[in-house]
């Protein structure tokens, strides 16, 4: 979090406020922080939560801290691009007019390699088609901007342990007409890598052995239920078959499989049974009101989706995975204007 605040200290643009909710963190590194932003010249507020309040809600705190018109939104182990970010970010705001929500790309602090979540910069639109078309981009939470004002306006603990609350708040503001606006700027490099120092990852965790087969509930299939709830009271009883259809659709195609055979690869096989386990149709689909026949054809888009997911070699998955990710970006993803 210091090499993190040491890069905005070191932003050409100097109009913004740092906001930390510090989630009762036992790294020991709380008073170093604060010694370091009092000596910056940054503007910041800094609030130690009297009890670890998890994800979710340590991250609507720290929205709750914010004061400016936007607040962009960084984890604590990924830090701005360049000197430049927060400058050509004002500049791209000013450019597009009132927005609600920006998303913007991300890169890898050791690989360099770029995840593209927006190919073409534009207004990508509003309502609640745009948000069931979008939400996969939430997914990440770096990166993203919200206007401060609607995202405190829709702060709620419903999601708490969904670790999405951001895709919630996202959703909620696009589905009630606030414009998305996507940037294809990166501005932002996840995962700093420094000598001597870890940040709780999937990846770092330990396999286990042995490992038996048993239904594993990875927050997935909350996404679903998550998604549909943000944009209800914005949509019309008539479009929420087919947006709950959309959004499961891209759940089952691109979500799910990445995170099978991702866990195939930091954990085993059977570990990637026990989260298809958690994914089943029963638990997906749980108070989403879908009618038979979308039940009939997504319960059959899951189950073909395990077995490849399953079988598929993770090498060849790796080599064709990056073409699906661009073939649900052009299908799903549009940008209206410039």
Known sequence: MVEACRVLSGQTYKNFEVCISDDCSTDGRGPELVEFLKGSGLLFVYKRQEKNSRYDANLRASVALASGQFCFLLGNDDCLASPETLNKLHNELQLYGPVSVAITNYEDFATGKTDRRIGKTGIIGSGPEVAANNYRNFSFVSGILFETAKAKEHATGKWDGSEMYQMFVGCRMIAEGGILLGLETVTVRKDIQIVGEFVDSHVLKPRLHPCPIIERRHT????????????????????????????????FLFTYPFWIVKYRQVQSWKYAVGICLGMRPRNTFYGLGLNFLRKVWLSGLYGIVSFLSLCIPTLVFDVLYPVSYRLAKSLFIGVRSH
């Open 220 to 251: 997935f299939h909350l996404i679903g239920r998550l998604v549909e709830d943000a944009i209800r009271p914005h949509s019309q009883p008539s479009q929420r078959q087919k947006l709950c259809g959309r959004i499961l659709l891209q759940l």
